[in-house]
């Protein structure tokens, strides 16, 4: 798991300088690869494109740039370098390789005005202004060059990271940032990429693997990480030969009332398909035949009151609760919901209306068990911890927020968040819009239900559910589009998702 860090990019001179003195590998070589791989990806990108236009930097982004020049120019490409320096300082392995791009005979333009800068028509631009090297706000000269580029119609692809976005945190960023169409970034996914908020500058992004020292990557302390199949996948648990029902756990999810059934079917259409052994549906009366036929395999457990939930009574055979999908917020629920969190310290997920009601009464927040796991959306994080200035201040509360009450929080959104009481944050790379319908968490709140009664830490729940329910959804919309996908259509692709991961995780016990 600890592989896929998100480093902070001012780490990346010491994991650079690791690496060129462990590999051991000179600067230059490193460059020379990592524009190699920059290359590969540009041409499998624009396969058919003949003209390219680099814009290169003073610092070892504008290296890499004159590197990716050259490589293109020999192999018979028309490309233009324009060299976007302020002065003619520049870092001893851009001017190496600028000196090579111009001895090899490769088209070099010097623009010391912004109104000189001519791309060529139909030409794909690289932008190598700045990388991770960016330490404050780009203004004066180079911003102007910027936003003349940002006003051309031109695809602009990024080498490592768009120039002028800092790698975490934009809060304050007033100046000039590139918007690209593509970023192909180095070694690992920036934290800034992760952010709504900048998807307008990273466009479509990609990791490329310049291998940098596996002990430094390994050792190197990150507070971040994401997520990829090969760690979610051995974290989930296979049953053995002589599993039963009686140890693969009984989840009881706590959800529906008479204006939101919908939400409780699909709760447990997400639980009875990720493992649990036995499914207990606690509802209303009035939902008791619904959910006999939408999810016969379910026990349904019927509430004192008609509407809504009041309280549970009996919790004696049940390993994990899932509450919240469409119980509502009446003070009858919130009643029942207090009853229940004084009584259960065991595991539970709780979604939807029940964070609404643990924001609304801080009491109930104090009640929660610990490792509890909450699945908020955006809105209902921001009723839990205060309104956030940016993402990257969202992201802080979210760590504050679950150190702080020893929970762990499922930040629900393109790249859902995972934070730990621990400080750590997980961030999910599967899902796609076709998700962003009613409904979709419902069932999400089902999976990590069925994973934490069926053995699973509160830790491995959820991030094997978020990542499972996101690439159930990809499974969807490879099949029938984003636009047509239901949330119900999540669920029933979770089989497939089950099966791949433990496919690979008994090929890679052999
Ligand atoms: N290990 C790896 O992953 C590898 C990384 N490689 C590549 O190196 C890139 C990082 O290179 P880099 O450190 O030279 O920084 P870069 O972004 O080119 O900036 C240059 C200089 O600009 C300056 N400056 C900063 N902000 C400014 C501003 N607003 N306006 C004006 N000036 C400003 C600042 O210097 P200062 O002015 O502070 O002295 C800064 O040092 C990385 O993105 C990747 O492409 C690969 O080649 C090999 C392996
Ligand atoms: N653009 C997106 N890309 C990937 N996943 C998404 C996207 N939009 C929404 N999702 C996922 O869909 C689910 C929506 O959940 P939520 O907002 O709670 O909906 P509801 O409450 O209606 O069930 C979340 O798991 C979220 O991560
Ligand atoms: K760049």
Redesign the pocket.
């Known amino acids: 798991m600890k592989n896929n860090k998100i480093f902070k990019t001012s780490d990346l001179q010491k994991l650079d300088k690791y690496t060129i003195e462990n590999e051991p590998v000179t600067s230059l070589d490193l460059m020379e690869r990592a524009a190699t791989v920059f290359t590969e990806k540009l041409l499998i990108f624009f396969p058919n494109s003949h003209i390219f236009n680099i814009l290169a930097g003073s610092g070892n982004n504008g290296g890499d740039g004159y590197v990716v020049a050259r490589l293109l120019h020999q192999k018979g490409l028309n490309v233009k370098a324009f060299g976007l320096h302020e002065n003619d300082c520049l870092s001893p392995d851009c001017a190496v390789n600028r000196k090579r791009f111009i001895d090899m005979g490769g088209c070099y333009i010097e623009v010391k005005n912004p109104d000189n800068l001519q791309p060529d028509e139909n030409s794909v631009l690289v932008d190598a202004i700045f990388g991770a090297g960016l330490n404050r706000p780009v203004t004066g000269f180079l911003g102007d060059i910027i936003h003349r580029i940002n006003c051309l119609s031109h695809p602009v692809v990024a080498i490592d990271m768009p120039s002028g976005l800092m790698g975490e945190d934009n809060g304050e960023n007033n100046g000039a940032i590139i918007k690209a169409d593509y970023t192909f970034t180095f070694q690992f996914p920036k934290l800034a990429f992760m952010f709504p908020e900048n998807v307008v500058y990273v466009g479509h992004w990609e990791v490329l693997d310049i291998r940098l020292h596996p002990i430094i990557l390994r050792e190197y302390p990150a507070a971040y990480y994401y997520l990829t199949e090969e760690v979610v996948a051995s974290r989930l648990l296979i049953p053995g030969k002589f599993s039963h029902k009686g140890t693969l756990g009984n989840t009881l999810l706590i959800v529906g009332s008479y204006s939101m059934m919908g ?1 409780a079917m ?1 709760a447990a259409k997400g639980a009875i398909r990720s493992g649990t052994g036995l499914l207990s549906v606690h509802v209303p009366r009035k939902l008791k035949e619904m959910i006999h036929l939408s999810v016969p395999e379910a026990l349904v457990e019927v509430d004192r009151n008609e509407f809504c939930f009041s309280g549970v009574d009996n919790l004696s055979r049940i390993q994990a609760v899932g509450i919240g ?1 469409g119980i509502g917020t009446s003070p009858v629920t919130a009643e029942g919901i207090r009853q229940l969190l004084s009584v259960w310290r065991g595991k539970i997920v709780l ?2 209306d029940a964070l609404n009601l643990l924001a609304a009464d801080s009491g109930l927040l104090e009640l929660l068990p610990k490792g509890a796991v909450l ?3 955006p809105k ?1 994080f921001e009723r839990l911890a205060g309104k956030s200035v940016n993402d990257f201040d969202r992201l802080n509360k979210l760590s504050t927020f679950a150190s702080l009450h020893q929970v762990y929080v499922v930040l ?5 968040i995972i934070a730990t009481p621990e400080g750590e944050c997980y961030f ?1 790379m ?15 709140t089902g999976i990590i239900a069925a994973l934490l009664a069926s053995g699973h830490s509160s830790l491995d729940a959820a991030i094997i559910g ?1 990542y499972a ?2 690439w159930a ?1 990809d499974l969807v919309a490879e099949e029938q589009g984003m636009r047509g996908t239901r ?1 119900g259509d999540i669920a029933d692709k979770l089989g497939w998702v089950w099966k791949k991961m433990e496919t690979y995780n008994m090929a890679k016990q052999r």
Request: aromatic residues 0%; charged residues 15%.
């Open positions: 939400a699909l999908s979604d939807a699945t908020p959306h209902e629900k959104g393109a790249h859902t999910n599967t899902g796609n819009p076709g998700m962003a319908k009613g409904g979709a968490g419902d069932v999400l978020v329910h996101g959804g949330a």
